[in-house]
């Protein structure tokens, strides 16, 4: 067996998608020597988020934002290290060879490489003085699995029947093992995001315990205590959040002592406090707000690209999107540059295929963006064999840019002989028919993670209950077993070469483009860091 330590570092990278830092010297808003000026002056840190939240539970929820805010209050085994860029800015690195200590000291990997054995700190606690040891990492990562919900399959790359992990233990106070059912290099990634949660044993089982494949309710609104850099001081659903360092927190103390979330669905609101300088950090701002305030002094606006592909995801079981021809039409009618320009105005890139451009395993060559073309689309439509074809798209209109979105495309399709009708969900709805694939087609603004082969398992796994799009394509078994089978990152490449190539050939999905992430900071903020997470213990003035 192979010993590996590492040295701690200070800044941590715990999200799903990129991650930067900004510091003063990134701001030419921030004032000199550092000092706190106008509305911020004498207020908690305060963050503004155009935002629905759903549940507190990473071991269960899908959505981005939930995991964003829960993100908080977690700690977990190891976390990502950092690149810096020529800019100055931190970028998390996705290598899971490169993964840095957390609340696990060190660890070991057997020679085979399906056994992990970490070393706990000693003497760590969470919030409420519980004891945070191997018992409670054992506990959390077998309620994760047991739940079989989205933190079950992001937890295991995506490779859930049969499971990944096929065994955890706790010898003692701080010594965890788990054993995987076969390698799988990346898993040291999955354990440093928000899947890999730890939570207080007494405070779930005191509150519902765990039951499998059924949420604990009374944890969509609270949290099991806190192994991580804030504790949940006041939860008001779907208002606001306020968060207060955790005293007991093993790792580098939050920046920020107090901070308030808001969560607003007003963008005239959110903007005008923006500029007001009522908020440090503004969050989900539509693309048109963002590029309106970039040209004032009022703020900064910090742009990175993000793992997040903007969609229309086709339920392959229905017998009209389950004909590729006609998926394929769909996508050459779509006019992608206006999208982009209109709706996202710049902050977007086109590609196509189902690994998007920040992703491990990405070859622009394999997805080059399809340009709109009418003409091939309505071929395509002949071709198909269907007549008068009628789609109906499921949306979300809550979503900034969603509706501009669905009316762009229900005209684009329209005009290649396919009738569009747009049905409006309330946001839990939506979750609850996309996330059981009892829909035809539906508009996503998507929240990946940077792993290639993980987002290859959980779309195009045939029967998969979290292949949500039913995706199951002739020819991708042998390279889906490949892919499963391979026990280096090296190896996975060339399967997943392939099943790019078959799900291109079959227009899965309709791409529509990669959103760029933007926040507008108060000029007075002096270090904000960005994960797909929003984790805000390194954020402050």
Known sequence: MKWTSRTSRRLAALGLGVLMVVTAGCSSGTPSGGQTTGASSGRQFTVNWLATITSLDPAFICPGNDNSLASNFYGRLVKLSETKTKEGFLIDNPDPTKVQPDLAESWKISDDGLTY??????????????????????????????????????????????????????PDATTFVMTLRQPYPQIMYSLALSRGSIYDPKEVEAHGGVEANKPNEWLTSHTASSSGPYVLKTYVPNSYAILEANPNYYGTPAKEKSVRINFLTSVPTLTLQAQNKQADVTVGLPPQTVKEISSKTCCTVFRTPASAPVTVSMNHQDPTTG???????????????DIISKVAYGYGTSFYGPINPTMTGYKASLEPPRKQDVAKAKQLIAESGLTNPELTLMINPTAAGVTEIATIVQSAWQAIGVKVNIDSKAPADFSTLFNGGKYQSALLFENSGQIGAYEIFKKMTCGSSFNNQHICIDGSQKWMDQLNSATTSAQQQAPIDELVKLWVANSATVMLYNADFTAVLNPDVKSFKYSANLRVDEWSR
Not at 126 to 140: E, H, I, M
């Open 323 to 337: 004909n590729a021809k006609f998926r394929e039409a769909l996508t050459y009618a779509i006019p992608y540059d």
């Open 117 to 170: 054995t970490f070393k706990i700190r000693s003497g760590a606690k969470f919030a409420n003085g519980d004891p945070l040891d191997a018992n409670a990492v054992k506990y959390s990562f077998d309620r994760t699995l047991k739940l079989g919900a989205c933190g079950a399959l992001a937890l295991q790359g995506g490779l859930t029947n049969p499971p990944l992990i096929s065994g955890t233990a706790a």
